[in-house]
């Protein structure tokens, strides 16, 4: 069986949008590959419910109850690998990660960003991308690295920046975009590297 945990932070539309794909297109028939965890290290993530009502094991690992970032990524670390995880998939993750948790992960941890990456890596990619002048902006997929939203990209979507455009109008738009690329890029993925079971 091949395992997939995702973490989240918040709303978990991404997250939400996965495992309706891995649903509707049979990642378990096809790929033997299953969701077996939704992580999130805030209780107040509107997703784990959601998650929850689908028959997915969630957890909370509360940032807030480790006086370190180490002590944290060690707990989080401890919490997703109960799933023997191949891949572990960051969908509106909010925390950075260190560098040892990352390397453990070593080519099977994978983001999604708000941006078309390499530009406008960090916060505030929608009103950065509107106040640059750009005409296009977008959403990437890809490998996670020790450097904040760096590593292999994997996906991308465009979408075209409106005159009338605001930072939320923006990211409603670009939302849309990350709901069909992220799926798609865990699909490549489990077809590509993933041993299949039939
Ligand atoms: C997405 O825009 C994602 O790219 C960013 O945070 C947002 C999370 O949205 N990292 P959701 O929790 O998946 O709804």
Known sequence: MQSIVILISGSGSNMQAIVRASIAEQWGDLYNAHITAVISNSTNAKGLAWAHSQGIATQV???????????????????????????????????????????????????IHPSLLPAFTGLHT????????????????????????????????????????????????????????????????LQQQLPRSK
């Open 126 to 189: 929608h009103q950065r991308a509107i106040d640059a002048g750009c005409r296009f902006a977008g959403a990437t997929v890809h490998r996670v690295t020790p450097v904040l939203d760096e590593g292999e990209i994997l996906a991308q979507a465009v979408v075209p920046v409106l005159n009338d455009d605001n930072e939320h109008t923006l990211a409603a738009r670009v939302l849309t975009q990350e709901h069909l690329i992220y799926p798609a890029a865990i699909r490549t993925l």
């Open 61 to 111: 690992v509360d940032h807030q109850a480790f006086a370190t970032r180490g002590l944290f990524d060690a707990a989080l670390q401890a919490a997703i690998d109960t799933h023997k995880p191949q891949l572990v998939v960051l969908a509106g993750f909010m925390r950075i990660l260190g560098a040892d948790f990352v390397a453990h992960y070593a080519g099977r941890m994978i983001n």
